[in-house]
């Protein structure tokens, strides 16, 4: 069975341009995670999709930061304009059900703002 | 890799002794805890978990300890490998949320 996998690994833009990360979860996993670390911080979470649905986008940064899933498969998390505060490793995860909430995460994008 | 640049505490322990690190966690109402190892260019992976009616979980050469009163969580690795080196990062759940709260991470260093 594949993980969560995760594009590009790394990503590298200049300050005001537009960048589109890409989370593929594991097949049935209905729960779908973004999580970020910026340098020197813990990993925070960004945001959780049920199916396509958005149920808690609280730690989403702000109006910046859009994320997607449409038809409850694949995710994406773009960022526009990006600024330079956006530089850190971003980090999808999926998990099965709540009732054992075992999240499992892909290797992640470095996204580097410049 | 990923880690360049976090100022994370780091154990440094012998091949074949015991680790373990340790993770205070925050929220009193949280009811799940999960151990992490991420090694360089990779995601957390899962190591093991533990609910909170729990003070103490085993898994192959791992132990988590749970200690509610002063919300303290432990992860013991049993005769240390040097695969064993990575980030290890404990985080919080409450059920009624889905949201991971994440601690800082300790760095594990197995020396030769």
């Known amino acids: 069975e594949a993980g969560v996998t995760q594009f590009p690994s790394h990503s590298v833009i200049e300050k005001g341009q537009t960048v589109t990360l890409r989370c593929d979860p594991i097949?049935?996993?209905?729960?779908l995670y973004w999580y970020r670390r910026v340098m020197g911080k813990e990993i925070k979470f960004l945001l959780h999709f049920v199916k396509e649905s958005k149920q808690d986008e609280s730690g989403m940064p702000n109006n910046r930061f859009l994320a997607e899933r449409t038809g409850g498969t694949y995710s994406t998390l773009k960022v526009q304009p990006a600024e330079l505060e956006d530089s850190g490793v971003y980090f999808c995860a999926s998990s099965q059900d709540w009732v054992k909430n075992i999240q499992y995460f892909g290797a992640g994008t470095r996204l580097s703002v410049l | 890799g990923e880690s360049v640049g976090l100022h994370l505490p780091t154990l440094s322990v012998q091949e074949g002794d015991n680790s373990i690190i340790n993770c205070a966690y925050s929220n009193s109402a949280s009811d799940y805890f999960i151990w992490y190892k991420q090694e360089s260019g990779k995601g957390p992976q899962f190591i093991i978990d533990i609910r909170s009616n729990m003070d103490k979980r085993q898994g192959q050469r791992v132990t988590v300890l749970l200690n509610k009163t002063v919300k303290h969580l432990s992860l013991q690795i049993a005769a240390t490998q040097p695969g064993d080196s990575a980030v290890y990062f404990c985080a919080e759940n409450n059920s009624g949320t889905y949201k991971y709260i994440f601690g800082t991470g300790t760095r594990l260093k197995v020396l030769a």
């Open positions: 097949s049935g996993h209905d729960n």
